[in-house]
């Protein structure tokens, strides 16, 4: 019988989707084939310290998490190239002091984080060094596709269409926010939405009707990062999504769907409390496939794919789309690089259907693949500089740059 692979499952992190992340990470865990994957449940606390342990299989250890927990391990990444290690440490006998050893080896990791510390890149270039292979986009990707400013400006940039925009520092708010008001006015028609740069499930994010409700969601945005992006908001606008998966060349758009939402967004208690148990995002309101044309299908899964490549993802996305009800026009709102519940709800709908089980499989290989087209780099360069330097420090030269 073949060898297990020895999965990691990265969640948790110091986050405002702390919570968000277990339960998506719980339920790929579970969904996981068990004859294939040794699944390694990886919690990183809201201190940022990480354990390991069969009590992270139930739910109920997140609450009140407490690391002296029996059936729990704080774990350290050690970030050797090629370790691939969480170490741990253990008392000595007889005379006390302590071990370092490796608790476990991951053969490849999946992290399901959402939001800061996971999601943004940093875990992401943490694996990097530690040469282990992942399942999800890239540092520069995920750097991208988490800050709602430079995802627009890189959107912009590329001639996707979105929607005007305005950002704002903290500190310029701060010292005059009359100015910052009359500037968001200028730019930008009421209604706008208000959201922090660099949170998802929609947490912080409000619109704003008039310059009064503006201060007040500026004031909250504010309280959860230190630039905020005002956009322009569409009256009852259509939100389509549709996932992508892939990696390089290959990328394969799945069903668009149509989120079914009873206001001016969906927030996050819509997006996660209304009834969503331990399901996620998967257990939210909508319609599979998008009540669309065949055209805007073609477009909106066309535009999905362009921007999965621009962004070097791999792995799973979602890409959020609004189409205006005023002329049928098309936007794209933003990319999430782990989407919640890993999409798999809308992967289950495209084509022949491809279960949940299956859609970690195609992760694993993916995130095998991009470590090997990774290791046909070159990542060093023999060359004399520094025997050079030593040549001209011992011929009494100044200096070492040539």
């Not at 992190?13 to 449940?41: G, K, N, T, W």
């Not at 969480?86 to 608790?103: D, S």
């Not at 996050?268 to 909508?286: D, N, Q, V």
């Not at 962004?311 to 009800?325: E, P, Q, Y």
């Amino acid at each position: 019988m073949p060898k297990k692979i020895t999965l990691g499952v990265i969640f948790g992190s110091r986050s405002c989707e702390h919570e968000v992340s277990v339960i998506s990470a719980l339920q790929l865990a579970a969904m996981a084939d068990p004859f294939r994957y040794e699944v390694v449940p990886v919690y990183i606390s809201k201190r940022g310290e990480w354990f390991i342990g069969g009590a992270l299989w139930k739910l109920r250890t997140y609450i009140d998490f407490d690391p002296r927990r029996s059936g729990l391990t704080r774990v350290f990444p050690d970030l050797t190239a090629r370790s691939r290690a969480l170490t741990a440490f253990r008392r000595g006998r007889p005379f006390g002091g302590e071990t370092r050893y490796a608790a476990v080896r991951l053969d490849c990791a999946i992290p399901v984080l959402h939001g800061l510390n996971g999601e943004d890149g940093t875990v992401q270039g943490m694996l990097e060094l530690m040469e282990v292979p992942y399942a999800t986009t890239g540092v520069a990707g995920s750097a991208a596709g988490m800050d709602k400013i430079i995802m627009k400006r890189l959107f912009r940039g590329c001639g996707f269409p979105v929607l005007p925009d305005a950002a704002v520092l903290r500190d310029a708010y701060e010292a005059d926010p009359e100015a910052i008001f009359a500037a968001v006015e200028q730019a930008l028609p009421y209604p706008v939405f208000v959201k922090p740069a660099n949170l998802g499930s929609s947490i912080g994010v409000s619109r704003a009707d008039s310059r009064a409700q503006l201060r007040d969601a500026l004031d909250l945005a504010f309280t959860l990062d230190r630039r905020v992006l005002v956009e322009q908001g569409l009256d009852d606008p259509m939100e389509v999504n549709c996932s992508v998966m892939g990696f390089g060349s290959h990328a394969e758009p799945s069903v668009v769907e149509q989120p079914v939402r009873a206001g001016d967004l969906l927030d996050f208690k819509t997006k996660y409390l209304a009834g969503a148990g331990e399901t996620g995002m998967a257990s939210l309101s909508r319609i599979i496939p998008a009540r669309i044309s065949e055209e805007m299908t073609r477009k909106v899964q066309g535009l999905a794919v362009d921007i999965f490549k621009a962004l070097d993802c791999k792995g799973v996305v979602r890409v959020d789309f609004m189409v205006s009800a005023a002329d049928g026009a098309l936007y794209v709102t933003e990319i999430n690089t782990i989407p919640g519940s890993m999409a798999f709800y809308l992967w289950e709908k495209t084509g022949e259907g491809l279960r949940y089980r299956g859609l970690i499989d195609q992760l694993v290989e993916g995130a095998f693949r991009a470590q090997a087209e990774k290791e046909r780099n070159t990542v060093s360069f023999q060359s004399d500089i520094i025997a050079s330097a030593i040549r001209r420090e011992s011929s009494g030269a100044k200096g070492v740059k040539g």
